[in-house]
């Protein structure tokens, strides 16, 4: 069988696989992320910690690419070929690790996001975030032009593999919990990430969003996007964690915002610690932030009217890339072993 075949072969057979009837290695999680919409406004900052609580127990013994790999190439697995089966497979876990955190946050609403219990889960997640997008944006930089090459023949040569790998992540997705929301965000990103790389050249589109991580990387806290966002979530978020601080036991009362005898000020915004910087940016990246205001630094969401930052961008675009290029790349591995 020509390699051409043993590709399609593994993205219909994974495809199959986790599209019927249930998950091979990722049951789905009962009681997932609730949805958005309806007489909610979403899920509440109890129910966001619990369920990730569960969504990421259940990433955390997938298998993802190594079920590309088995359904493609059934034969023994060189030593080299098993080593990158396992490497890849790990970096996936990362990565949609990484997405449900994120996106799970962003479909909080504000008041939900500025729950104590959501601030310090999330704040201890920004290391992680922040190191995945970087790992990400490093492998993608370290691909020489012969991969690159391999890739781009392999999506062209089998016009419905990116469809099927596409499905087949949105089924582990689903199967993870992910909303169906961010799950439609997800499959159109795969979608125009894959056509991107069968048609231009794949060393010029990773090049263009890893020189784009660097910059971001290099910027670190004086980041144009850290004003943005507190200019744009502005006096709703700050006074809402500002009334919180002040129900808290033996607080000062803070004058609420409206008051004829004293306008609100805006929030001020203040270099983060030395240590936050590269968590700040990394999380921006993935639709989220931190911005701090006066004392307290608050994690918000870049989502809705901050669609259109370049930072948010970045980070969809590098995960599209990197999950499409960990597949097709583990799969050509192990055809070669």
């Known amino acids: 069988m020509e390699r051409r075949d043993v590709l399609k072969a593994g993205a219909l057979g994974v495809a199959a696989a986790t599209v019927g009837p249930g998950c091979a290695t990722v049951p789905h999680v009962d009681g997932g992320m609730p949805e958005a919409g309806g007489a909610s406004d979403g ?19 997938a298998r993802f690419v190594d079920e590309f ?44 996001q500025l729950e104590p219990e959501v601030q310090a889960r999330m704040a201890n997640h ?11 944006a490093d492998r993608l930089a370290a691909l020489d032009p012969a991969q690159h090459a391999r890739v781009q023949s392999a999506l062209r040569d089998q016009p419905d ?11 582990h997705a689903a199967a993870a919990g992910m909303s169906r929301g961010r799950r439609a965000q997800l499959r159109t990103m795969m979608m125009q990430t894959a056509f991107r ?29 850290a004003l943005a966002m507190s200019e744009r979530i502005g006096r709703q978020a700050f006074w809402a964690y500002q009334k919180r601080v002040a129900q808290a036991p033996g607080a000062s009362p803070v004058q609420p915002p409206g008051r004829p005898t004293a306008a609100a000020p805006a929030p001020v915004v203040t270099a983060p610690p ?64």
């Open 69 to 112: 790999v088995a359904a493609a190439h059934r034969g023994p697995r060189s030593p080299e070929a098993q080593r990158v089966v396992v490497d890849h497979d790990a970096a996936f876990r990362r990565m949609l690790r990484t997405l449900l955190i994120t996106q799970g946050f962003r479909d909080l609403s504000v008041e939900a």
């Open 274 to 337: 030395p240590g936050h910087r590269g968590m700040k940016i990394g999380g921006v990246m993935m639709g989220v932030g931190v911005v701090v205001a006066g004392a307290s630094a608050l994690i918000l969401s870049g989502g809705g009217p901050f669609g259109f930052v370049v930072g948010i961008t970045v980070g969809a675009v590098l995960f599209g890339i990197g999950l499409i290029v960990l597949i097709i790349s583990a799969i050509i591995a192990a055809v070669d072993g």
């Open 43 to 61: 899920p509440s900052g109890a129910e966001f910690v619990a369920a990730l609580d569960r969504q990421l127990g259940y990433v955390g013994h």
């Open 197 to 225: 790389l069968k048609h231009e050249g794949p060393g010029t589109l990773i090049d263009q969003y890893t020189q784009k991580v660097t910059r971001l990387r290099e910027d670190g806290a004086p980041s144009a996007l």
């Open 126 to 136: 920004m290391d992680e975030v922040d190191g995945t997008v970087f790992e990400v």
């Open 161 to 171: 593999l990116a469809m099927q790998i596409g499905e087949a992540i949105d089924a």
